[in-house]
């Protein structure tokens, strides 16, 4: 029969080995950025909402606050992977206080040089966050341009 402290004991061995292989895989930004998501959850009454399912049928969700033609706030929804919620949140950091146009510019080389990259079997990662934030962006535009919205642009 296992005792609790045998059992705490187990449990604190086996986090310690996830932690050193993790330390193995990925930097120190995406271990930083996915155990400590600043910018996880939804933003009440977006301005502008995009979600994408990618290849790896990992969904992103973005919501965004856009005023005087800059993104005041910006999370991210994942049901995906640590590396997906790295890519997220640190999408979310680059694109704050960011005009459309600057925002439109930030690739998925940015993010990736932002994490100081990823393993390769996660590059897709980066992809699904930059084109779900894209999708957002356009749908921004098109209430932009078509003044269903009271917003500055």
């Known amino acids: ?3 609790d402290k ?6 604190k061995n086996l986090q310690k080995k996830i932690d050193h292989e993790e330390e193995k895989t990925y930097s120190k930004k995406v271990i930083k950025e996915y155990r400590n ?8 009454n977006p301005d502008a909402t995009g979600q994408i399912k990618g290849s790896c049928n990992d ?15 910006a999370r991210f929804w994942t049901d995906g992977c640590g590396a997906t919620i790295a890519c997220g949140n640190m ?7 960011k005009t459309l146009k600057e925002a439109r ?7 990736l040089n932002a994490l100081d990259g990823l393993p390769k079997e996660h590059l897709h990662c980066a992809k699904l966050a930059t084109d779900t934030f ?20």
Do not use: A
């Open 1 to 3: 029969m296992i005792k």
């Open 6 to 11: 045998d059992f705490l004991d187990m449990v």
């Open 37 to 44: 998501p600043s910018n996880f959850g939804f933003i009440k």
């Open 59 to 73: 969904t992103m969700k973005i919501n965004l606050k856009f005023r005087n033609n800059v993104i005041q706030d």
């Open 91 to 97: 999408l979310m950091k680059m694109v704050k206080g």
């Open 105 to 111: 510019f930030i690739s998925k080389k940015d993010l």
């Open 134 to 153: 894209r999708s957002t962006l356009d749908q921004l535009e098109k209430k932009l341009n078509r003044n269903d919205h009271e917003l500055k642009y």
